[in-house]
Nanobody, 124 residues
């Protein structure tokens, strides 16, 4: 499976962005999908996860502002980000995994495939 993330950019605090992650080379609907981010100088952290059946999970700091969704027909997962804050600045990565159990969705090692990352910069 190949993943291509896009949609990052430079925005002001309070703005919105929508990230996309296009998948190819596999049966997209059978994969659980996740978004992670890596702020400058920090470790990669979990942002959001969506199951094959559409169930969603979020990091607490984003769950009232970000929405993850998937289009199985279009082989794409999205991350709608609203009310962006400077602390959301990071490289954002999408990931795909088969057999990802709920207790491991926040762990990068639970995922099998990764996109190249797209940079989001939020200015104050």
């Amino acid at each position: 499976v190949q993943l291509q993330a896009s949609g990052g950019g430079l925005v002001q605090a309070g703005a919105s962005l929508r990230l996309s992650c296009a998948a190819s080379g596999g049966t997209f609907r059978s994969y659980a999908m996740g978004w992670f981010r890596q702020p400058p100088g920090k470790e990669r952290e979990f942002v959001a996860h969506i199951r094959w059946n559409g169930a969603t999970y979020y990091q607490n700091s984003v769950k009232d502002r970000f929405t993850i969704s998937r289009d199985n027909a279009g082989n794409t997962v999205y991350l709608e980000m609203n009310s962006l804050k400077p602390e959301d600045t990071a490289a954002y990565y999408c990931a795909a995994g088969r057999g990802v159990i709920i207790s491991t969705i926040t762990q990068p090692r639970a995922y099998d495939y990764w996109g190249q990352g797209t940079l989001v910069t939020v200015s104050s």
